[in-house]
């Protein structure tokens, strides 16, 4: 893309991270969020969102809710795809009463409305 004086935005670098996520590559996910932040591009609620949920599913646990805490140290709120990824992971996790703790400080009543009826 660079060679062709195409620069990625928040949209690309979210797929890319997104498809790294999913394939277990959380290295390489890491490596481009650095590069996307080097760039001054900063991440948003759906790259943290990738990155919390590949984090879960690659037994990183710790490092997932250690990513949650950055995106709200950021200033970020968290939306319904971080809130569910907590919800259907929750039971993977060895700090569960942090993971708990952290799904009912999620702030937005709507966004726990939709997690749960998806979930009932």
Sequence with gaps: MEEKHVLPNIVTYSAIINGFMKKGKVGEA?????????????????VYAALIDG???????EFALDLYKEMKMGGLEENNFILDTFVNNK???????????LIMDMTSGVCLLIVLTTHL
Excluded: D, H, S
């Design 30 to 46: 890491m490596n481009l969020l650095r590069t996307m932040v080097q760039q001054n591009i900063l991440p948003n609620a759906f």
């Design 55 to 61: 984090c879960f599913k690659a037994g990183k646990q």
């Design 91 to 101: 039971k993977k996790c060895r700090r569960m009463e942090e993971a708990e703790g």
